[in-house]
T-cell receptor
Framework: DTEVTQTPKHLVMGMTNKKSLKCEQH?????MYWYKQKAKKPPELMFV???????INESVPSRFSPECPNSSLLNLHLHALQPEDSALYLC?????????????FGPGTRLTVT | GEDVEQSLFLSVREGDSSVINCTYT??????LYWYKQEPGAGLQLLTY?????DMKQDQRLTVLLNKKDKHLSLRIADTQTGDSAIYFC????????????FGTGTRLQVTL
């Protein structure tokens, strides 16, 4: 099983709202990732968690706040977003003990900021 | 340059072979990957190759790696309409949990 699930599938939010994206995997992977993908562009890394600790933050604005409450769950809390933050947000996970380190992606959350 | 380069578009006829090319940036990259993305969907891992290999075959997929030229290719044999998608190559730099740098993506269109 190589499934990463993400909820919700679609989200529309105003610039003053607070919302959260959720990602879950049950593959025993101890690294989890958030990517942002704009239309017709490749994914761009936002955050990496290793063993539930934040290990990489790619200079993401503080209106995006990641959280890894346990080894299976990854959240992305959103607050005071801008219209240019509208994008597909992808979660991925990988096994840290496997030397190929391949990342498995979820289906994404399509976010629209109005 | 810093970008992982791919050609933007490739059109092939059903049943023909497709070859998608990628030029990556870092000769110290240990693993290189191919992902497929269908419209509105996430990325599906197709295959990967370790940098000390020059070829890997997996059913209809063949990956060729020229480390000297930093060139990677993905050949899809007997291309089907279901193969229509965007294909991204990616290189892995750094330690265990680290970033993938994705190519610009190639849109493959399969015609009847």
């Amino acid at each position: 099983d190589t499934e990463v699930t993400q909820t919700p599938k679609h989200l529309v939010m105003g610039m003053t709202n607070k919302k959260s994206l959720k990602c879950e995997q049950h593959m025993g992977h101890r690294a989890m990732y958030w990517y942002k993908q704009k239309a017709k562009k490749p994914p761009e890394l936002m955050f990496v968690y290793s063993y539930e600790k934040l290990s990489i933050n790619e200079s993401v604005p503080s209106r995006f706040s990641p959280e890894c409450p346990n080894s299976s769950l990854l959240n992305l809390h959103l607050h005071a977003l801008q219209p240019e933050d509208s994008a597909l947000y992808l979660c991925a996970s990988s096994q840290l003990t496997r030397v190929s380190y391949e990342q498995y992606f979820g289906p994404g959350t399509r976010l629209t900021v109005t | 340059g810093e970008d992982v380069e791919q050609s933007l578009f490739l059109s092939v006829r059903e049943g023909d072979s497709s070859v998608i090319n990628c030029t990556y940036t870092d000769s110290s990259s240990t693993y290189l990957y191919w992902y497929k993305q269908e419209p509105g969907a996430g990325l599906q891992l197709l295959t990967y190759i370790f940098s000390n290999m020059d070829m890997k075959q997996d059913q209809r997929l063949t990956v060729l790696l020229n480390k000297k030229d930093k060139h990677l290719s993905l050949r899809i044999a007997d291309t089907q309409t279901g193969d229509s998608a965007i294909y991204f190559c990616a290189e892995k730099k750094g330690g265990t949990a680290s970033k993938l740098t994705f190519g610009t993506g190639t849109r493959l269109q399969v015609t009847l």
